[in-house]
């Protein structure tokens, strides 16, 4: 049996860690804030994650029931990828908001394509409920996303699913098709595209307050400005970015777990 959408899973993960210079990011020439990472850490953790994409991609090309129990299935799916990715890594975290948001769309994309529906409406009854399912009665938060939810009342990741991801339907993925130069170049620009519009709860927990997510915002917007990646100015930007992230700990993880799932739909329409 052929797996296309595991195929393109698995080239989105891959083609994500090797863009760079990804600020604060595991790329090929720097661990960025993630000492206890690498390059090879994440290509023994998309490696072990195949089989979850394939039993993502049946349960979408087969399922006939109810699509919030589908979800259900994909989440138990799901915590089986984790206990493979953490054996992979030796107990290190380098995709657990990929197998969540990932999988959903490996998932939802057979689906469609079996249906002849559209993916983000498919995600959307997926996960509807979700945000209040697992974040309105938490007692003890410890997930920077529960956390987050509690303190500033922000959904996070859950809330992006919920609504279908409207920022890769309507930012991420528009923008990357419009994008030109390099692929290094446009996945660059399409990940700071990200960082200025969304609010990444990773990048929050590492700063250790919201109104930081202004300073991300500028530091996007500026690269951007700045004529993005195939300019030498702004890359040179990007490159003290990458610096100043690593020094005070910064991260944008929840950036670049959109920037695969925008990988992985552009790779499912062509685009690159």
């Not at 090797?18 to 090879?40: C, E, F, N, R």
């Not at 994909?74 to 953490?86: N, S, V």
């Not at 690269?223 to 030498?232: C, M, Q, R, S, Y």
């Not at 970015?241 to 990988?263: H, P, Q, R, V, W």
Request: hydrophobic residues 40%.
């Amino acid at each position: 049996m052929k797996y296309l959408h595991a195929d393109l899973a698995i080239k989105a993960l891959l083609y994500e860690v090797v863009t760079l210079p990804k600020p604060g990011l595991v790329d090929p020439a720097t661990h960025g804030s993630h000492p206890d990472m690498d390059i090879y850490t994440f290509i023994d953790s998309t490696l072990s994650l195949r089989t979850y994409f394939e039993k993502a991609e049946e349960l979408g090309r087969n399922y006939d029931g109810k699509l919030s129990d589908m979800f259900e299935k994909l989440r138990k799916y799901g915590i089986k990828a984790e206990q493979r990715m953490f054996a992979s890594t030796k107990g290190i975290n380098t995709h657990k908001g990929a197998i969540f948001s990932l999988g959903i769309f490996v998932c939802a994309c057979s689906y469609a394509k079996s249906n002849n529906c559209d993916v983000f409406k498919i995600v959307q009854s997926m996960t509807q409920g979700l945000v209040e399912r697992d974040l309105a009665n938490i007692k003890n938060p410890k997930t920077a996303g529960e956390i987050e939810y509690q303190k500033y009342g922000k959904a996070g990741i859950r809330g992006q699913a919920e609504a279908g991801y409207p920022i890769v339907n309507q930012i991420s993925l528009p923008f990357l098709k419009q994008a030109t130069g390099t692929l290094n170049e446009r996945l660059l620009d399409t990940l700071m595209k990200i960082a200025s519009v969304t609010e990444d709860s990773n990048f929050i927990k590492r700063a250790g307050s919201i109104e930081k997510l202004d300073d991300l915002k500028k530091w996007s917007k500026h690269f951007l400005d700045l004529g993005g990646a195939k300019e030498a100015e702004a890359l040179a930007y990007l490159s003290g970015l990458d610096n100043l992230f690593s020094e005070k700990n910064y991260s944008l993880g929840g950036c670049a777990d959109l920037l695969i799932i925008t990988i992985f739909l552009a790779l499912e329409e062509g685009i690159i």
